[in-house]
T-cell receptor, first 115, second 114 residues
Framework: DGGITQSPKYLFRKEGQNVTLSCEQN?????MYWYRQDPGQGLRLIYY???????QKGDIAEGYSVSREKKESFPLTVTSAQKNPTAFYLC??????????????FGPGTRLLVL | AQSVTQLGSHVSVSEGALVLLRCNYS??????LFWYVQYPNQGLQLLLK??????LVKGINGFEAEFKKSETSFHLTKPSAHMSDAAEYFC????????????FGKGTKLSVIP
């Protein structure tokens, strides 16, 4: 079955630690996205990638970093500079970026908690 | 800047009653509009979307939405609520033409009372 997988389902971060969230898709989509979800806040865009080896900052990129070395993979690193990392993180993909009508498909999410 | 307003962070309906979830957007150009549903601790699933053409859009699970340009609205409805409809619903908008980002509303949590 085609889809998006995210791992782990739950992740715990200690003070000063960097952690990496995995996102893999087998939909052959060019565009991938990372969102952060906080209760009552909706989804906010962290980073997006239109194509391999390219990525752009979204609305709340501070304290996060990404890479896009392979079409199917778009890992997100939450760095120690992100002072309030506790949230639900969602990865998404779409066929192309520059097609506004294209549907974004979402993974199951990773919940990040701070110890 | 594009924005989406969902009226009511929490809506409760009785099983079998009409479901109405409200969404208004700000726009000076034609929008593309989406409704997503999220069950607890899961990702988002597309219910329906409006791009061009017919303004009444039918989606999965018996939901539909009508694009009303004059009211800048895209309200989601279902004639008869089912217990399995209990979830959080998000309206989202994008405009294309240089800005392809999806902007999400803050969500409406739907409770269905037996």
């Amino acid at each position: 079955d085609g889809g998006i997988t995210q791992s782990p389902k739950y992740l715990f971060r200690k003070e000063g630690q960097n952690v990496t969230l995995s996102c893999e898709q087998n939909l052959n989509h060019d565009a991938m996205y990372w969102y952060r979800q906080d209760p009552g806040q909706g989804l906010r865009l962290i980073y997006y990638s239109q194509i391999v080896n390219d990525f752009q900052k979204g609305d709340i990129a501070e304290g996060y970093s990404v890479s896009r070395e392979k079409k199917e993979s778009f890992p997100l690193t939450v760095t120690s500079a992100q002072k309030n990392p506790t949230a639900f993180y969602l990865c998404a993909s779409s066929i192309m970026y520059a097609q506004a009508q294209e549907t974004q498909y979402f993974g199951p999410g990773t919940r990040l908690l701070v110890l | 800047a594009q924005s989406v307003t969902q009226l009511g962070s929490h809506v409760s309906v009785s099983e079998g009653a009409l479901v109405l979830l409200r969404c208004n957007y700000s726009s000076s150009v034609p929008p593309y509009l989406f409704w997503y549903v999220q069950y607890p601790n899961q990702g988002l699933q597309l219910l329906l979307k409006y791009t061009t053409g017919a303004t009444l859009v039918k989606g999965i699970n018996g939901f539909e939405a009508e694009f009303k340009k004059s009211e800048t609205s895209f309200h989601l409805t279902k004639p008869s609520a089912h217990m399995s409809d209990a979830a959080e619903y998000f309206c989202a908008v994008t405009y294309g033409a240089g800005s392809y980002q999806l902007t999400f509303g803050k969500g409406t949590k739907l409770s269905v009372i037996p």
